[in-house]
């Protein structure tokens, strides 16, 4: 049977272990009372994110920018390394297909770790905008859509499966790092 057809079946039976084991461990007695606590002094206030962001030392600057230039120039290699790995794209050599398989990784790894670096100090930097808001929350939607259409790619047979394991990769970075993004955001934006 598909894995994917274990779903409903393994959570239905998982919800029922779970309810089993929690009678055994005692959750049908009700709670003891809690003992009365003497009024509190005053509540402290919670500590509210500012709206502003944190300026960035001049080394700070230096490695922001940086990472950035790095994360843009992996860029190349690795869409030349998905497009020169992929049959179906162009023809070419077994030997130089995995070289470039090799090559993608190397350049993928390099992209993300300079991405999320920039992304880091870019975005602490900043303070509330709501164009930046809306722009993760729409790249983060846009992420998940693409996941879902390479899915369905899948399930049509027009991308191999071992091919949609490689994609799949990179769209969920993105979604992660737009959602980050999208919340830090939410986080700082003025209240009132």
Known sequence: MHEFFLVIPVWIITTVVY???AAVAGARQPAPA????PPAAAMPRPVVPQAGGTPLSPAGKVVMYLAGILALLAVVPWLGGLVL???ALVEVSSSLASAARQVATYAQ???VAGAAVWLHLWEKSQAWSNRVYWASGAVA???????LALAVAVFEG??????FKAYLVMPTLVY???GIVW????????RG
Do not use: T, Y
Request: proline share 11%.
């Open 176 to 178: 992660f790092a737009a």
């Open 109 to 111: 790894i390099v992209l």
């Open 19 to 21: 309810l089993v084991l």
């Open 183 to 190: 919340m830090r955001h939410r986080e700082k934006r003025p």
């Open 141 to 147: 939607v846009a992420a998940l859509a693409l996941l």
């Open 85 to 87: 790995s992929n049959p």
């Open 34 to 37: 809690l003992p009365e606590d």
């Open 158 to 163: 027009w991308i191999p499966l071992g091919d």
